[in-house]
């Protein structure tokens, strides 16, 4: 559905040349889900600008359903929908218009694009809505709207622009169910961008890594996730903590898998291979050494800890300051 | 054929939006009849002064001048709407569709002309209200220089809004341009009555030619070079425009 290589954009300000993005290959099969994961600035909404014909690239080549990206923009246009960031509907417009105009642009006939319209606000929950003006909306059903409009020409391949970002966690979820449902439904390949670990997680088929500009890591959640390597296991002791940490360390170490371990007032935090089976070995040794256990966790690890491992920073921190 | 649909989809769901709040259509108009009323008498004797065409009526010189005025304030501050659809991204979801950039463009320039016209209706009922006599034809032509006027107004403030996208640069941007324009166009006064060098840097002002060509129209002289200046520089400054906006619609960044 989408093929890009080499896609590069620089933007140039007050003689200072940004380099936004730097290079990106990337594939995206029919049907897919895929999560572009990064920071704010990481260059996710230029490339997004870029294969939705946009934002011309500085360098590259790409194609997008089944068009060429800079030879034959139109032809793309026609098959993609995008939904930015910001939304894109106009706030002193009913509903329905808004539907039926964006239809209408996309080539649809007038009796089509009403029939699509009313198909959209049953799919996205917006019935009884059309007509609303669009700035009545609450925020989850502004967001619900501005992916219908993504959708009205039923198109093979949809671009979404961090498509949760400022609703409230149960419009999350519930966006997240119609994305989901959209590519069930449809087969509609789907390229959503987010700085959401969680959402990539419940949502996406496979994930691509960007940050300063270049992809860095890619794979399904759980490659990923793999890549950072083992569980972690956080136990807090009743006893003595600095025996439990002897006694695991030692002998014990080899049958848990143990790669690090880490003490801290009463408080063990043990890197290992396989967190279940480790779980049960510890128990055994440390009760077999009469050493008295407050709590055991076992703590898996998230896109999070992937992003960490990659890039040396938290997103979560990027987020904090952004 | 197809940008035809497309710019009267645009121009459709502008009306509508407009119509919606039309207080805005009367506030638009409120300053012309002002000035017509409020200003206009006090051509009254200034009109017989040498400099202005013999037989002018007060009425006959500022009714042309005050729709000039419209066409070009009227239209000037559409920039405004723009930045906010910009905003709201509304320009950019257009932009992803396959819509024609110039129907993107013409259809809210559409929405512009047809409100233009509305209110130069409304100002010429007034004036005929208040002793405005002129042939039917010329108003006629007047109304042609009105719709130039208003698509090249709206194209460019439209393309200016895309560019600056901030209506705190648009508005003294958009002042400091309309007000050399309107002291240089003889709308108030003419020009021919302007000492010299005066005169000479308002034949820089294209707008200029089409308040002469207007003032010709409306006194029934139609075959004369004011007027065909007037129309022919309206017709350029206009397609020159709509030229500039398609282009800041196709290219528009960020």
Same mark, same amino acid.
């Given at each position: 559905?989408?093929?890009?290589?080499?896609?590069?954009?620089? &933007?140039?300000?007050?003689?200072?040349?940004?380099?936004?993005?730097?290079?990106?290959?990337?594939?995206?099969?029919?049907?897919?889900?895929?999560?572009?994961?990064?920071?704010?600035?990481?260059?996710?909404?230029?490339?997004?600008?870029?294969?939705? @014909?946009?934002?011309?690239? @500085?360098? /590259?080549?790409?194609?997008?359903?089944?068009?060429?990206?800079?030879?034959?923009?139109?032809?793309?246009?026609?098959?993609?929908?995008?939904?930015?960031?910001?939304?894109?509907?106009?706030?002193?417009?009913?509903?329905?218009?808004?539907?039926?105009?964006?239809?209408?642009?996309?080539?649809?006939?007038? =009796?089509?694009?009403?029939?699509?319209?009313?198909?959209?606000?049953?799919?996205?929950?917006? %019935?009884?809505?059309?007509?609303?003006?669009?700035?009545?909306?609450?925020? %989850?059903?502004?967001?619900?709207?501005?992916?219908?409009?993504?959708?009205?020409?039923?198109?093979?391949?949809? &671009?979404?622009?961090?498509?949760?970002?400022?609703?409230?966690?149960?419009?999350?979820?519930?966006?997240?169910?119609?994305?989901?449902?959209?590519?069930?439904?449809?087969?509609?390949?789907? &390229?959503?961008?987010?700085?959401?670990?969680?959402? =990539?997680?419940?949502?996406?088929?496979?994930?691509?890594?960007?940050?300063? %500009?270049?992809?860095?890591?890619?794979?399904?959640?759980?490659?990923?996730?793999?890549?950072?390597?083992?569980?972690?296991?956080?136990?807090?002791?009743?006893?003595?903590?600095?025996?439990?940490?002897?006694?695991?360390?030692?002998?014990?170490?080899?049958?848990?898998?143990?790669?690090?371990?880490?003490?801290?007032?009463?408080?063990?935090?043990?890197?290992? @291979?396989?967190?279940?089976?480790?779980?049960?070995?510890?128990?055994?040794?440390?009760?077999?050494?009469?050493?008295?256990?407050?709590?055991?966790?076992?703590?898996?690890?998230?896109?999070?800890?992937? &992003?960490?491992?990659?890039?040396?920073?938290?997103?979560?921190?990027?987020?904090? /300051? =952004? | 054929?197809?940008?035809?649909?497309?710019?009267?989809?645009?121009? +459709?769901?502008?009306?509508? +939006?407009?119509?919606?709040?039309?207080?805005?259509?009367?506030?638009?108009?409120?300053?012309?009849?002002?000035?017509?009323?409020?200003?206009?008498?006090?051509?009254?004797?200034?009109? +017989?002064?040498?400099?202005?065409?013999?037989? $002018?009526?007060?009425?006959?010189?500022?009714?042309?001048?005050?729709?000039?005025?419209?066409?070009?304030?009227?239209?000037?501050?559409?920039?405004?709407?723009?930045? !906010?659809?910009?905003?709201?991204?509304?320009?950019?979801?257009?932009?992803?569709?396959?819509?024609?950039?110039?129907?993107?463009?013409?259809?809210?320039? *559409?929405?512009?002309?047809?409100?233009?016209?509305?209110?130069?209706?409304?100002?010429?009922?007034?004036?005929?209200?208040?002793?405005?006599?002129?042939?039917?034809?010329?108003?006629?032509?007047?109304?042609?220089?009105?719709?130039?006027?208003?698509?090249?107004?709206?194209?460019?403030?439209?393309?200016?809004?895309?560019?600056? +996208?901030?209506?705190?640069?648009?508005?003294?941007? *958009?002042?400091?341009?309309? *007000?050399?324009?309107?002291?240089?166009?003889?709308?108030?006064?003419?020009?021919?009555?302007?000492?010299?060098? *005066?005169?000479?840097?308002?034949?820089?002002?294209?707008?200029?030619?089409?308040?002469?060509?207007?003032?010709?129209?409306?006194?029934?002289?139609?075959?004369?070079?004011?007027?065909?200046?007037?129309?022919?520089? !309206?017709?350029?400054?206009?397609?020159?425009?709509? !030229?500039?906006? $398609?282009?800041?619609?196709?290219?528009?960044?960020?």
């Amino acid at each position: 559905m989408i093929t890009a290589k080499g896609l590069r954009r620089t &933007f140039r300000s007050r003689k200072k040349t940004v380099e936004a993005v730097r290079g990106v290959d990337l594939s995206v099969a029919d049907g897919e889900i895929v999560g572009f994961l990064g920071p704010n600035g990481a260059g996710k909404t230029t490339t997004l600008r870029m294969l939705t @014909t946009l934002l011309r690239p @500085t360098a /590259g080549a790409a194609t997008v359903a089944g068009h060429d990206l800079l030879g034959d923009p139109a032809g793309v246009r026609r098959r993609i929908g995008y939904v930015a960031q910001a939304g894109g509907t106009d706030s002193g417009a009913k509903v329905e218009e808004e539907l039926i105009q964006q239809g209408r642009l996309y080539r649809l006939p007038a =009796a089509e694009a009403a029939r699509r319209a009313a198909v959209l606000r049953d799919q996205l929950d917006l %019935g009884g809505l059309e007509d609303r003006l669009v700035k009545t909306l609450s925020g %989850g059903q502004r967001r619900r709207l501005d992916i219908a409009m993504g959708l009205v020409h039923e198109p093979p391949l949809v &671009f979404l622009d961090e498509p949760t970002t400022g609703l409230d966690p149960q419009s999350r979820a519930n966006m997240w169910e119609h994305i989901a449902r959209v590519r069930d439904e449809l087969n509609t390949t789907v &390229f959503l961008t987010t700085h959401y670990l969680e959402e =990539a997680d419940a949502l996406c088929d496979r994930i691509l890594v960007i940050d300063a %500009g270049e992809i860095v890591a890619e794979g399904t959640p759980d490659e990923l996730k793999r890549r950072v390597s083992g569980d972690i296991i956080t136990i807090e002791v009743g006893g003595d903590t600095e025996e439990a940490r002897r006694i695991l360390a030692n002998g014990a170490g080899r049958a848990i898998g143990l790669r690090d371990v880490d003490a801290h007032d009463q408080t063990l935090r043990l890197t290992v @291979t396989d967190g279940d089976r480790a779980l049960l070995a510890i128990m055994r040794e440390l009760d077999g050494a009469n050493v008295e256990l407050a709590s055991i966790q076992l703590h898996r690890p998230t896109l999070d800890d992937v &992003f960490l491992t990659v890039t040396g920073r938290s997103l979560r921190d990027e987020q904090g /300051g =952004a | 054929m197809q940008a035809l649909t497309d710019t009267w989809l645009i121009f +459709k769901g502008q009306m509508v +939006k407009s119509l919606r709040n039309p207080a805005w259509v009367i506030i638009g108009l409120m300053q012309p009849i002002l000035y017509f009323a409020l200003f206009g008498p006090l051509l009254q004797n200034v009109v +017989k002064m040498p400099g202005f065409a013999p037989g $002018t009526t007060w009425q006959q010189f500022f009714v042309p001048a005050l729709l000039v005025q419209l066409g070009l304030f009227g239209a000037a501050f559409v920039g405004f709407g723009i930045v !906010a659809e910009w905003r709201e991204g509304v320009i950019e979801r257009m932009r992803v569709t396959p819509a024609s950039r110039l129907s993107l463009l013409l259809g809210r320039v *559409l929405r512009d002309v047809v409100t233009l016209v509305v209110q130069s209706l409304v100002l010429l009922v007034v004036g005929v209200v208040f002793g405005l006599r002129a042939p039917v034809a010329g108003v006629a032509l007047a109304f042609a220089f009105v719709v130039l006027l208003a698509v090249a107004m709206a194209s460019f403030s439209y393309a200016l809004g895309l560019v600056l +996208k901030s209506e705190d640069s648009l508005a003294p941007f *958009l002042n400091s341009i309309m *007000l050399p324009v309107l002291l240089l166009s003889g709308i108030l006064l003419p020009m021919t009555i302007a000492p010299g060098w *005066l005169n000479d840097l308002s034949k820089i002002n294209p707008f200029r030619y089409v308040v002469d060509g207007m003032r010709e129209a409306f006194l029934g002289h139609y075959g004369t070079t004011s007027v065909w200046t007037g129309l022919g520089v !309206a017709i350029a400054v206009a397609v020159a425009c709509v !030229a500039w906006g $398609t282009r800041v619609f196709r290219h528009e960044n960020a």
